[in-house]
């Protein structure tokens, strides 16, 4: 009798997705896993780096979820390395720290009375003179909060990020960040919060977070850790996927370059790997343009046309031990360029070298990767960031003993005015590929934290699962399903 359930799965990339997929295939299918990652460690955005014995996500990544199956998950790997942290967070607008979420009072000292009647009254305004078609994410924010404190608290920030104005940002990613939020929510909740447990808070203010003690990054090396564990997997580092075969709708295979292989001399051979199924969070437009053969040329215009956009993180070793007690700080302070401060050790002490004398913090510039910025040499990019912590008085430029420049290319699937056109054609075309699964942030083209990212990857094993059971009843009803427990 043919084994149906022995078959081979290929999962490329090993980021939250990738690996939530792999161990729960191992778990609950007898299938053989290979995981293929093109860089030099597991965790994709989530990782950690060390550097001089300092530790740096890319941008602090907590934890924090709404859903009862990705927390049962988190608690058992983590096995009690998952501390909770009371999240303590500030946007520094105007020369002044703002709580975040708002609180009226401290709103109220650092827009001074005549700033603070404006808001309300544009507020007031927009309750009764909605934005009726709402299209961009300005006009969805300001439905919510008012245009005035639009311009306040998301504008500066969100150009930041995006790096395109306001207007030309899809409604869609506001409807997904802060959906269910509005200014009388936050206000509500600024003064009765304390009545609430996290669990019934909206995300978007929930204060509630866990961490693991040295990095998000660890985390994910102990599901690889396990993952490797099986006598029925691999994951395999440093390998590129840059051609992925198709014939009859069906994917054949994915080869990959060998980044370790040397690169002079002679041209490295592609490997290639054969499967029954593949499971893919590498960024679409990478994974359309990497078809073999290549699909449509209104496809390959359409993939081309999706956009993400790149993070610069510039960790500083700061020759203090105390900076501030945020864990992150938004700066929507127009006259500096960073966006984000992260205070790495706010979120545990072991994430730097001597607690006792130095500070590890990690500042967030977002780039595309076109943009002359991208290119700017690491000690500029450090004296940048010196400067700027300066101008906005938190540390001294002259504190910072040293640094590290990281940069991510894709750190962020953008929605512009168009991107849910191309990406509907791109998800149509790739949806006749009946062995191919997409999942995660970058692999689905979705603003995805790693909770949803984990979800899409359990939805899909889920689904291969069921399939495969059905498979499985229609050729023998007799056979028992013979999933392998880790
Ligand atoms: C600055 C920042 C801060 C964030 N903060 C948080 C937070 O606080 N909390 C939270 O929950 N989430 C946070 N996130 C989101 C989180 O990082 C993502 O949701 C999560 O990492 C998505 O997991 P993924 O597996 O889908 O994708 P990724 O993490 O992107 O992993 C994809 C993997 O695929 C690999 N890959 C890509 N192309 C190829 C190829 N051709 N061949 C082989 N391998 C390939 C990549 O190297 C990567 O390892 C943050 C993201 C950013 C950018």
């Not at 939250?16 to 778990?27: I, N, S």
């Not at 650092?110 to 006009?139: H, M, Q, T």
Request: glycine share 4%.
């Amino acid at each position: 009798m043919k084994v149906l359930d022995k078959k081979k799965a290929i999962i490329i990339g090993a980021g939250p997705a990738g690996l939530t997929a792999a161990l729960e295939l191992l778990k609950r299918s007898n299938m053989d896993v290979t995981v293929l990652e093109r860089d030099t460690v597991v965790g994709g955005l989530a990782k950690t780096v060390e550097y001089k014995k300092c530790r740096y996500d890319i941008g602090p990544h907590h934890f924090i979820t709404e859903s009862e199956r990705v927390t049962a998950w988190w608690q058992e790997i983590a096995e009690g390395d998952f501390f909770q942290h009371k999240r303590y967070t500030r946007i520094y607008y105007n020369r002044h720290f703002f709580n975040y979420p708002l609180e009226p009072v401290n709103v109220i000292r650092g827009l001074n009375v005549i700033e603070c009647a404006r808001s309300i009254f544009s507020y007031v305004w927009v309750r009764f003179f909605p934005i009726k078609e709402v299209s961009s994410f300005e006009d969805w924010v300001t439905n919510q909060f008012g245009h005035r404190l639009f311009s306040i608290f998301f504008k500066t920030y969100t150009e930041k990020v995006w790096g395109i104005p306001c207007n030309e940002i899809s409604a869609d990613w506001a409807a997904q960040r802060i959906k269910g939020f509005s200014l009388s929510k936050a206000i509500f909740y600024a003064f009765f919060g304390r009545f609430f447990s996290s669990k019934n808070k909206p995300r978007t203010i929930n204060d509630i977070f866990h961490y693991p003690a040295r990095g998000a990054g660890t985390f994910w090396e102990k599901v690889a850790a396990r993952v490797t564990s099986s006598p029925q997997a691999a994951i395999h580092l440093q390998q590129n996927v840059t051609r992925i075969e198709h014939d009859r709708h069906r994917i054949i295979s994915v080869s990959t370059h060998d980044l370790t292989a040397p690169s002079v001399g002679a041209a490295v051979p592609l490997i290639r790997h054969e499967a029954d199924d593949f499971l893919s969070t590498m960024p679409l437009q990478q994974l359309i343009l990497n078809l073999d053969p290549l699909p449509p040329k209104p496809i390959i215009k359409a993939a081309q046309a999706l956009r993400y956009r790149g993070l610069i993180t510039i960790n500083l070793i700061v020759g203090r031990p105390h900076v501030s007690a945020d864990h992150w700080i938004y700066v929507h302070e127009k006259t500096v360029r960073m966006g984000r401060i992260g205070n790495m050790n706010n979120f545990s002490l072991k994430m730097v070298d001597d607690p006792a004398k130095h500070t590890a913090l990690s500042l967030e510039y977002f780039t595309y990767v076109d943009e002359p910025f991208w290119f700017k040499p690491d000690y500029e990019l450090i004296e940048l960031a010196k400067y700027e912590l300066e101008k906005i008085g938190l540390v001294r430029a002259t504190a910072v003993i040293d640094g590290m420049v990281l940069r991510t290319p894709e750190a962020y699937p953008v929605y512009d005015a168009n991107y849910k056109e191309h990406l509907n054609a791109v998800l149509g075309y790739l949806s006749t590929f009946k062995n191919l699964h997409l999942m995660g942030r970058n692999g689905m083209h979705r603003y995805n934290n790693m909770d949803v990212a984990m979800l899409s990857a359990l939805d899909v094993v889920d689904r291969m699962i069921i399939e495969q059971q059905s498979h499985n009843i229609s050729e023998s009803p007799q056979k028992q399903s013979s999933a392998a427990r880790l």
